[in-house]
């Protein structure tokens, strides 16, 4: 078995309302300097592929189909130890 | 012309009653069901396909009956997608871009003034070019975006079908509401025509002639 992390973020230039309003709620909570928030998705896949390769392959071939639309996210995989 | 339920869809009925009143015959399609029954056209309607789950339409995406509509919409078969359905477009890629949660962050619901710019597609032949119309618009990710070099052919190929007018309700890149594919059969519209067919329950009738335009482009075809 193998746990592959995937993360899933919006492109840059993609507008993340949400992350904005999490900023602006920052100050009025007492949270300063805080110049950014931007909000994105996290996936824990468990993996029958032992291989750490193999799983990580497996997993982008998921993201890159399902998990993230390449039109404004980007995605990054980590293998846990 | 079918109609597709999908579990969460919401506007399946009335789509279903916008076909009727143009003079068009409704048949209720089945997400689970790759079987088309042989329709001319099909309506994705709105509402919150699977959920929403992940993304607006992306569970949608990969339904039995989209694995048939997807070809039939690249061989020419008219589809048009309304909110969820523009999101399902999307992300079938039939259509470019995607949908991203209003500028705004609120879900917005008003009667929302429109501009009909193309009128080659089956789906508009019967406005005028320029035409302005009044539909209702209630969408919570109803943001257009897409890369730049999408939104110059979008705009050169004249394939922008609807835009907003007055204030920007959503943050729509280029007040885009609605957009088609390079053949236009493939139309996807965040605003909802289906909810303006009626005097009695829609602010105008301005909708019904999406529905009016493709019964009238498949019975001269």
């Not at chain 1, 993609?14 to 931007?38: E, H, M, S």
């Not at chain 2, 280029?174 to 493939?186: F, H, L, P, R, S």
């Amino acid at each position: 078995m193998t746990r592959v992390v995937v993360d899933v973020m919006f492109k840059p230039e993609i507008l993340d309302p949400q992350g904005q309003a999490i900023a602006n709620a920052l100050p009025r909570l007492g949270f300063a300097g805080v110049t950014g928030v931007r909000q994105g998705k996290r996936f824990e896949l468990e993996l029958i592929e032992s291989s750490s390769e193999a799983a990580k392959d497996q997993a982008t071939r998921i993201a890159e189909t399902l998990l993230a639309n390449p039109v404004i996210e980007d995605f990054s995989i980590r293998v846990e130890e | 012309m079918g109609v597709v339920s999908f579990p969460g869809s919401l506007d399946d009925r009335d789509a279903v009653r916008a076909v009727r009143l143009a003079g068009g015959e409704p048949v209720a399609l089945w997400h689970a069901d790759r079987d088309l029954a042989r329709v001319d056209a099909v309506v994705l309607p709105g509402g919150f396909s699977y959920g929403d789950y992940l993304r607006c339409g992306a569970i949608a995406r990969f339904a039995p009956v989209m694995e048939s509509i997807v070809p039939a919409a690249r061989d020419g078969m008219p589809v048009l997608g309304i909110c969820n359905g523009l999101q399902i477009l999307c992300e079938s890629h039939l259509l470019p871009g995607a949908l991203t949660r209003n500028a705004g962050l609120h879900f917005v619901c008003r009667d929302q003034r429109l501009r009909i710019e193309n009128t080659a597609t089956p789906w508009t032949g019967t406005y005028d070019t320029g035409q302005e119309i009044v539909v209702p618009l209630k969408s919570g990710e109803g943001g257009y975006t897409a890369d730049a070099e999408t939104l110059r052919r979008l705009e050169d190929e004249g394939r922008v079908v609807a835009r907003y007018m007055g204030t920007n309700p959503n943050g729509s890149v280029k007040d885009i509401a609605g957009i088609c594919n390079e053949g236009g059969n493939v139309v996807g519209l965040m605003p909802h025509p289906e909810h303006a067919v009626d005097d009695l329950t829609g602010p105008t009738t301005d909708g019904l002639a999406f529905f009016a335009s493709v019964v009238s482009s498949l019975v001269s075809a």
